[in-house]
């Protein structure tokens, strides 16, 4: 270097540091995995969703998870096999895996162990996992507080302990990616004893959170101010009405289950009566039974609810689907017989040639009528308000007539 020439702090030459800072600069972002997602449906019977609905959903939830999927694939079948596939389409998911290079099959239904080992056997070691997992994984990535991060590793390692037999002896079998935050990062759940032990512990902790919540649920009772609870599908929007309806300031993301902690505020009706509005989470076709297990604590404040709102994305093709979906949960949980008011959301995206969904037409006439409303606009709020006053403080009149 010649005399003269200016060094930096660190005795380099000046001269170097775009050379050294280029070869710094190196990507760190994780490339996404190339996936293929299958269905199978059975040849006989009546389905709720047609396939390709449901793969919609599926692909949604993958690029959710940070996937790229590069192929879709679905057969029908008389009964399940040992591998989902047939024979013939097992054939064709190797080759198509070979020809596009990909790293990872989604499949859209929860398998048992024996055909996920299969499956994975059979596509010479590449990462099998199944609708439930990938669920899970994406609650993984949205839990922030203590509780939503317990209750989903509770569902996670529910879902992994029959898993743990043969190949999957160890957790450490999971490397990272999709389908393996949480426990499959915790090397000392290992064996089947330490994981059921695991289990119980937050379990225990759980029924911990649930006596705070029934406390809390107890002042709130005290106080005789009706709860309203928040319940949809997952991205029907209730995030967002209940920004409308309270100024929360949660959290409200064009994104599946952006919230799983239940935010709850309180708002004046026109009446001028308190209530107060939680946000609950959202619910989805298949919803793991492990994962409604786990989630006891949280929809176990939909319990003690004076009323329901069912926030319905009016715009979504599967819309009568999906009210379908959440009344079903809620009679599994036994929530069938609270009020319930329907919300049409998303009115601001109807045009004339939309049509709304009509579940008289199709389906049991137990689905109600609902308000349109738009939760990101505020059309309609004012009407729903008046609807919830009416059913939290119905005057004489109105309960005379109802009579």
Same mark, same amino acid.
């Given at each position: 270097?010649?005399?003269?020439?200016?060094?930096?702090?660190?005795?380099?030459?000046?001269?170097?540091?775009?050379?050294?800072?280029?070869?710094?600069?190196?990507?760190?972002?994780?490339?996404?995995?190339?996936?293929?997602?299958?269905?199978?449906?059975?040849?006989?019977?009546?389905?709720?969703?047609?396939?390709?609905?449901?793969?919609?959903?599926?692909?949604?939830?993958?690029?959710?998870?940070?996937?790229?999927?590069?192929?879709?694939?679905?057969?029908?079948?008389?009964?399940?096999?040992?591998?989902?596939?047939?024979?013939?389409?097992?054939?064709?998911?190797?080759?198509?895996?070979?020809?596009?290079?990909?790293?990872?099959?989604?499949?859209?239904?929860?398998?048992?162990?024996?055909?996920?080992?299969?499956?994975?056997?059979?596509?010479?070691?590449?990462?099998?996992?199944?609708?439930?997992?990938?669920?899970?994984?994406?609650?993984?990535?949205?839990?922030?507080?203590?509780?939503?991060?317990?209750?989903?590793?509770?569902?996670?390692?529910?879902?992994?302990?029959?898993?743990?037999?043969?190949?999957?002896?160890?957790?450490?079998?999971?490397?990272?990616?999709?389908?393996?935050?949480?426990?499959?990062?915790?090397?000392?759940?290992?064996?089947?004893?330490?994981?059921?032990?695991?289990?119980?512990?937050?379990?225990?902790?759980?029924?911990?959170?649930?006596?705070?919540?029934?406390?809390?649920?107890?002042?709130?009772?005290?106080?005789?101010?009706?709860?309203?609870?928040?319940?949809?599908?997952?991205?029907?929007?209730?995030?967002?009405?209940?920004?409308?309806?309270?100024?929360?300031?949660?959290?409200?993301?064009?994104?599946?289950?952006?919230?799983?902690?239940?935010?709850?505020?309180?708002?004046?009706?026109?009446? /001028?009566?308190?209530? !107060?509005?939680? #946000?609950?989470?959202?619910?989805? $076709?298949?919803? %793991? @039974?492990?994962?409604? *297990? =786990?989630?006891?604590?949280?929809?176990?404040?939909?319990?003690?609810?004076?009323?329901?709102?069912?926030?319905?994305?009016?715009?979504?093709?599967?819309?009568?689907?999906?009210?379908?979906?959440?009344?079903?949960?809620?009679?599994?949980?036994?929530?069938?017989?609270?009020?319930?008011?329907?919300?049409?959301?998303?009115?601001?995206?109807?045009?004339?040639?939309?049509?709304?969904?009509?579940?008289?037409?199709?389906?049991?006439?137990?689905?109600?009528?609902?308000?349109?409303?738009?939760?990101?606009?505020?059309? /309609?709020?004012?009407? !729903?308000?008046? #609807?919830?006053?009416?059913?939290? $403080?119905?005057? %004489? @009149?109105?309960?005379? *007539? =109802?009579?």
């Amino acid at each position: 270097m010649p005399r003269g020439a200016d060094r930096r702090a660190d005795g380099r030459p000046e001269g170097q540091r775009s050379i050294t800072i280029a070869k710094r600069l190196k990507s760190t972002r994780p490339r996404r995995e190339r996936a293929i997602l299958v269905s199978v449906t059975p040849k006989r019977g009546r389905q709720l969703w047609h396939p390709r609905d449901s793969l919609d959903e599926l692909a949604e939830l993958a690029r959710t998870a940070g996937a790229m999927v590069v192929e879709r694939m679905a057969q029908r079948v008389d009964r399940p096999t040992h591998t989902y596939v047939g024979k013939g389409k097992l054939e064709e998911l190797k080759r198509a895996c070979a020809d596009l290079d990909v790293e990872t099959v989604i499949c859209d239904d929860e398998l048992t162990p024996t055909q996920q080992r299969n499956l994975e056997d059979s596509l010479d070691g590449r990462k099998v996992i199944d609708r439930t997992a990938l669920i899970l994984d994406v609650f993984a990535s949205r839990a922030r507080t203590r509780e939503g991060r317990l209750q989903v590793e509770l569902a996670q390692h529910e879902y992994l302990l029959p898993r743990l037999a043969g190949q999957w002896t160890h957790l450490e079998r999971l490397g990272g990616g999709i389908g393996t935050r949480g426990p499959g990062e915790t090397q000392i759940e290992t064996d089947r004893r330490l994981a059921r032990g695991r289990i119980q512990k937050l379990k225990s902790e759980l029924e911990g959170v649930r006596r705070s919540r029934r406390l809390r649920r107890s002042r709130r009772a005290s106080s005789d101010i009706p709860v309203v609870s928040l319940v949809g599908y997952t991205n029907a929007g209730k995030s967002t009405l209940l920004n409308r309806l309270t100024r929360a300031g949660v959290r409200a993301e064009n994104l599946m289950f952006s919230t799983l902690d239940p935010v709850t505020r309180r708002i004046q009706l026109p009446s /001028g009566n308190p209530a !107060l509005v939680t #946000d609950t989470v959202g619910f989805i $076709h298949k919803l %793991p @039974t492990a994962l409604v *297990a =786990a989630f006891r604590a949280t929809l176990e404040e939909i319990v003690e609810s004076s009323l329901i709102l069912h926030v319905v994305d009016a715009t979504h093709r599967n819309a009568l689907e999906q009210i379908i979906v959440v009344d079903s949960i809620l009679d599994e949980i036994g929530l069938d017989d609270i009020p319930t008011i329907m919300a049409l959301n998303k009115s601001d995206l109807l045009d004339s040639e939309t049509s709304l969904p009509d579940p008289s037409s199709r389906f049991a006439a137990g689905v109600r009528e609902g308000v349109l409303v738009s939760a990101l606009t505020g059309d /309609g709020i004012e009407d !729903l308000l008046q #609807d919830i006053d009416a059913q939290l $403080h119905p005057t %004489p @009149t109105r309960a005379a *007539a =109802a009579i």
